[in-house]
């Protein structure tokens, strides 16, 4: 989403972040396999994991689950159900893949994390033009 954000030039607009709903692999670099199949797209991931906070319900207008279990755990965290029309599926946005959760890539290979980019870059695309039409935000031209 990163990437799409700076293609578009909205940078100073838009603050997306990545988080776990677990502790594992916090402060750990991305997936060298899937850096390796976001690089074949011309996409260097950054940054390192991190855990999902009950404060990250506050910080973000819009809270994004890789599949349902993820989703059940966010909702989990928002015991008062405050926050729960932030959260979403982010397969609810791809308009070219029918999954409607992100699959696990770790045990389908090279060819699991191709998927799988290409999965996010769909649902990223749409989610890009559903954020841009909310919030009337225009990038370089």
Do not use: W
């Not at 994004?64 to 926050?83: E, P």
């Not at 998927?115 to 370089?140: H, N, P, R």
């Amino acid at each position: 989403m990163n990437h799409l954000i700076e293609q578009a030039g909205l940078s100073d607009s838009i603050v997306c972040d990545s988080a776990g709903t677990s502790s594992y692999h916090i402060d750990s670099p991305p997936d060298r396999r899937m850096a390796a199949a976001a690089k074949s797209r011309g996409i260097i991931l950054k940054g390192q994991a991190r855990q999902f906070q009950p404060s990250d319900f506050e910080m973000f207008d819009l809270i994004l689950a890789m599949d349902r279990d993820n989703y059940q755990d966010i909702l989990f965290l928002d015991s008062q159900g405050k926050y729960q029309d932030k959260v979403k599926l982010i397969c609810d946005f791809a308009s070219n893949h029918r999954e409607r959760e992100v699959p696990d890539p770790y045990y389908g290979g090279t060819e699991g994390f191709n998927k799988v980019i290409d999965l996010l870059l769909d649902a990223c695309e749409g989610l890009l033009q559903k954020v841009v039409s909310t919030y009337a935000l225009s990038g370089k031209e």
